[in-house]
């Protein structure tokens, strides 16, 4: 008999898959002359095709709904049938909720999509985060298309490969990586967008262009003012360089799916997602994000990392944006008098697995992980965003 301990066996073999990620950038996609969407199916036409819609948007473009049924109803030969549009609604609701991501599965099941059909995701990135995770598990997958429209999703999230839900009270707790079909970004959705909610995105652009590129960190500061107005041309700039340098980044880092500890696209968030968890959400990403870059530069001049003077050049271009750097969350202590928001280094590398790595600037443009937070250099981080949000 041959004992268990001598009898092995082993089959490896490396699987290589080319996937393509591609985005298109354009302007009013669904006006009729446009065939931006018509080049993402290829030459798969017709198409099986379902559109899913963030409810939030008619709000500020009350003809959407009909604009796109004109758009399909003009290219019906592209389609087996006129695709049905469906509304869902916009914002973390629908990440909060488990019922949205049956509801989704269920129309899926009733229009009878197969793994050859699209899925047309048209909404901010909540909504980008929740259909994507449901379109990518029916059926194992079914083709999404993204079409982000707030100012994050188009140059941060909505070029990613992430998906995710909010469970046990944590953000994103349920989620995998899938490469959508192509991700397709139209300014068009950003011309009524508030001025807080394009924040939420300007906050993504600035992290993105300190931890990769000096040049777009100096041209944002040059057109501070027109950014501020949020002039057309300027916008569709700031969002292209920040959805390539992601889109870069996701692409030819050699980490697509995070496999490793390091998240450099991170930086800023470790505070950032915990203070959104503490405030119960009521704390929006992009103004987190913000405070999370304000108390890390400050951490990374603190232990000698980071100059003064990229430090204050950082401060004050946030500050010219109306960021808040700070947040009284900070300042929240448990029953064991620990400071909450610390929790968040730990939860942090749990959420990553492996070490600890917190990407943090060592100057413009370009930063290094460090695997070790001085919890007393953190403090006065804490501490002089308070200052600086109390003079502000
Ligand atoms: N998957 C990733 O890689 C990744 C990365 C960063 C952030 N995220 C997630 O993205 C989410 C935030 O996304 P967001 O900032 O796009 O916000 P959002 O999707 O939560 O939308 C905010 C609000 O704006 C509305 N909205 C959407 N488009 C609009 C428009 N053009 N004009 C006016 N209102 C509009 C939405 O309906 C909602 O009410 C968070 O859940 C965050 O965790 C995901
Ligand atoms: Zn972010």
Known sequence: MIHPKTFQKKLTEKIQIEQEHKVFFTRSLFSKENETLLNAFEDNRPVKALVLLDRNLLTF???????????????????????????????????????????????????????????????????MDAVGFAASTAHRGIRIIRVPTTCLAQADSGVGVKNGVNRLGKKNWIGNFSIPKCVINDSHFLEHIPYALFR????????????????????????????????????????????????????????????????????????????EQISSFAINHGEAVSIGIAVDICYAHNIGMLSEIDKNRILNLLIHFEFTLYNEHLDDYDTNGKRVVIEGIEEFREHLGGELSIPLLTQIGSMKNVHKIDKFKMAQAFREVKEIHLKQ
């Not at 973390?92 to 049956?102: L, S, T």
């Not at 300007?202 to 107005?229: D, G, Y």
């Open 200 to 275: 939420e995105g300007l906050a993504e652009a600035i992290k993105v262009s300190l931890i990769k590129k000096e040049c777009f960190f100096s041209w944002i500061e040059k057109n501070k003012e027109a950014i501020k107005l949020q002039k057309k041309e300027v916008v569709e700039e700031l969002i292209y360089q920040s959805a390539s340098l992601h889109f870069d980044h996701i692409c030819n880092s050699g980490d697509p799916f995070e496999i490793g500890s390091s998240r450099p696209l991170d930086f800023g968030h470790w505070s950032a997602h915990k203070l």
């Open 61 to 127: 473009m009350p003809k959407l709904e009909n604009t796109i049924q004109s758009w399909f109803e003009n290219h019906n030969d592209s389609f087996v049938s006129i695709p049905k549009i469906l509304e869902l609604p916009g914002g973390e609701a629908i990440k909060n909720d488990w019922r949205y991501i049956e509801k989704i599965w269920g129309h899926i099941e009733k229009e009878h999509l197969c793994r050859h059909s699209y899925i047309i995701a048209i909404g901010g990135g909540s909504l």
